[in-house]
C-alpha cells in the first residue's frame, strides 16, 4: 500500500493533532549554536544534552533506517478559568495542569506509529521531548512556524502552546518547505517580560536563569538572588509565551482533555504540599510533570514562590 504524506497529515489531524508536517534527516543547519550554548553553561545540569549533541546536529543518526520525520504539534493551551488567578498562593504552568504530555502525546503517536506500519512503514519510531531530537529545529524544517526570540516554535495561526511530537520512520516523505520569515519583527515583549531576565539576547536562553529550569531541573536550593523574581511560579512558567502577541491572537484552548486539570493541588493553598504525605502526593501526581520534581521540590518551589510575593525586587 502507498502511503502520500498527503494522506499521513491527513491521520495526524483526524487523531487529533493541531498541524503535521515532513522534515528532511539532513545535518543541523544550527549545530554551531548548540556547541556555543553547550559550552557557554546555559544546560546547566542537564548533561543529558551534551551526551546527545552528536545526534541532534545529525538527525540521521538518531533511529537507522529512518529517512524522513513526521512531525507533529499538540495543543495544550489552558482554558481561561484554568490559569493562575488572582489569589493563588502559587502558579502551575500551563502544560502541567493534568496528565503527562509523555504519556498523553506519545500514546496518541502510537496511533499514528501503528497506521504507518499498517500501510507499509518498516520503521515507525516516536519520540516526545525524550529523545536525541532537535524537536523546534525539526519543526520549523517541516514548516510548523519559526524559532521566536523567546526560542519557543511558533506556529503563524496556532502558536506556541503546543508540544512537538515526531515519528522517524523509513518511510521516503516529501519534505515540507521550511518557513523562512521572522515573524517577531521588532517586538521584544518575551524579552522584556522574562522576570529573570533569563535571555542572553534574542533566541539565547540561559536555561540556569529560567524558572522552568529552575522549578523543575534543578535539585539545589534556588539562587537566593532569583528567588524574589519568581513571580509567583511553583512549577515552569508561561511568561515568554502568555505575552507573545501570536498566543494573544490565535491560541484556543485544547480539546485534549487529559490535560485539563485535576482537582489538587489547591493553588490557592499555600500548604497545599507542606501537608501532603509522600504516598498522597504519588496518587495524585504520579502521572503528571510534577511528579519529576517530586514532593520535596514542590515544597520548596512552594516557598520560594510565596517568597517572591513579599519580598522587593531589585532589578
Ligand atoms: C532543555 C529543554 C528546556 C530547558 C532549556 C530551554 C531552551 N530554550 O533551550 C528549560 C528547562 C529551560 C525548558 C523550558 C521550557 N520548555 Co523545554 N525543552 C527542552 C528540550 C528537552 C531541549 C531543548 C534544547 O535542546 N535546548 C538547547 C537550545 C540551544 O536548543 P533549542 O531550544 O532547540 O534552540 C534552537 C534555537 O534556539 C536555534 N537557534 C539558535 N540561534 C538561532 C538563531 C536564529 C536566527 C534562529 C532562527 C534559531 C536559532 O538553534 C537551537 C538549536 O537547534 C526540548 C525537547 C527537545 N528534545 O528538543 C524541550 C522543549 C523545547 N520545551 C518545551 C516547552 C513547552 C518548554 C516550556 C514552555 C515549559 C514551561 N512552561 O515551563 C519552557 C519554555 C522556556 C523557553 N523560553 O524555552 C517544548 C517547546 C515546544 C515549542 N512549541 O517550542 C519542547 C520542544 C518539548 C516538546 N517536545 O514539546 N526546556
Ligand atoms: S519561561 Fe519564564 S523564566 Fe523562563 S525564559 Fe520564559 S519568561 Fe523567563
Ligand atoms: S513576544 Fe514578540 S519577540 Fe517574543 S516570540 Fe513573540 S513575537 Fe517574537
Redesign the pocket.
Known sequence: MTVTAADVKAEAVRIGFVACGIASLDA?I??D??DR??AAG??GT?RY?HR?AKK?KHPATITPGARSAIVV??N?TAPAAERPQSGDAFKI????RGMD?HIV?LGRLHILTQWLKQRGAGLAHA???????????L??RAGL???GK??????PRIG??????TVFTDLELPANTSMTT?LCGTCTR?LDA?PTD??VT????D?TR????L???SKGELPVELVPRSDGWA????I??DVCPWNEKFSTPTSVAEFGARPAPDRRDPAAFDNMSEADFSRRFADTPLARPGLERMRRNVQAARASHTKPVNR
Open positions: 543541523s544550527r549545530g549554536a548548540l550554548w553547550l546555559y544546560g542537564m544534552l546527545q541532534r504539534l499538540e495544550y504552568a500551563a502544560y502541567a504530555y502525546t519520540w516526545v521531548d525524550d529523545g536525541p531530537v532537535a524537536d523546534r529545529e519543526a520549523e512556524g519559526w524559532i523567546n526560542t519557543m516554535l511558533i506556529h506556541s502552546y503546543t508540544f512537538i511530537g521572522d518575551c522574562c533569563a535571555f534574542e533566541r539565547v536562553l536555561a529560567c524558572l522552568s529550569y522549578t523543575i531541573e512549577f515552569g512558567c508561561d515568554c509565551n
